[in-house]
């Protein structure tokens, strides 16, 4: 088993997490005069992708994965700009990114998101890889998964994904999880606001279950979130779908020039 990790992940979470430490070890410190020695950065990154391969049983060395500069998916959203935010990097940003280039195997593809590249990379060799990552999104994605812990966050997996998945709520009910396309599908409801992503307008998580919670097939699924979207949308229900599966879709293959496969509304018949 190949471990694919999510190095965008891992660059702020080791980046801010050696803040954190060092500010808690230097009161009143300020980092930009004053920043944590990079080793003890890099020490936290080595430490999570040994600890990450001993979990999962890895048999050969991870694959780290970054973001491109650009993405297709500026182009695509029309009703939010994409991931739309400010945000900031951790100090060690930029040496972060050079220490994984010049000690992993690494990918980056310009246009393309890490997570884009691990999952045409496990759609290739589904029983050979593992995607390991905390971002949920990638659930969606069949094949095997794991997501250390952290914080309030639990630890996933490892687990087998199907391709039709599952989806539940939360128990506090302000949150939709699961896995495979019945968690996409979810998505396409709730849309994702960390990436700026709306989704449909006004459908929060227990309305979302509560259309999909039913559904056992991709065409139950794909049938119940129309029907919502033609709720609100008319006839501009298939434009706005599109919009947004687009937005949500992890790429799993290339064209031959290089640019990625988008989602497309299943074929079924669209009854009125």
């Excluded at 490892?158 to 998945?165: D, K």
Aim: proline share 6%.
């Amino acid at each position: 088993m190949q471990p694919l990790v999510d190095a965008d992940v891992l660059v702020y979470e080791c980046g801010f997490a050696a803040e954190t430490a060092w500010k808690g070890e230097n009161k009143g410190i300020d980092i930009l005069e004053n920043p944590p020695p990079f080793d003890r950065v890099a020490e936290l990154l080595d430490n999570r992708i040994n600890n990450t391969c001993a979990i999962v049983d890895a048999t050969h060395p991870p694959i780290l994965f970054l973001t491109g500069k650009g993405n297709f998916r500026y182009a695509i959203a029309k009703r939010t700009p994409y991931k739309d935010r400010a945000g900031n990097k951790p100090y060690h940003y930029k040496n972060l990114l050079a220490y994984i280039k010049g000690k992993y195997d690494y990918r980056l593809t310009e246009g393309l998101e890490a997570d884009d590249l691990m999952a045409i990379e496990q759609t290739q060799r589904p029983e050979e890889t593992i995607i390991c990552t905390r971002d949920k999104d990638l659930r969606s994605v069949p094949g095997w998964h794991y997501g250390w812990e952290l914080g309030n966050q639990p630890q996933f997996g490892p687990e087998v994904v199907s391709e039709i998945g599952r989806v539940e709520l939360a128990a506090c009910r302000k949150k939709l999880k699961g896995t495979g396309l019945l968690f996409f599908y979810g998505q396409c409801l709730t849309g994702d606001a960390v990436d700026s992503i709306p989704g449909l307008a006004k459908c929060g998580p227990v309305n979302a279950y509560e259309i999909l919670k039913a559904a056992t097939t991709e065409e139950e699924a794909f049938r119940s979130v129309f029907a919502a979207y033609t709720s609100l949308y008319g006839e501009r229900a298939e434009e706005e779908l599109l919009e947004q599966g687009r937005l949500l879709w992890m790429t799993r293959e290339l064209h031959e020039d290089g640019s990625p496969v988008l989602w497309e509304l299943p074929e079924y018949e669209i009854l009125p």
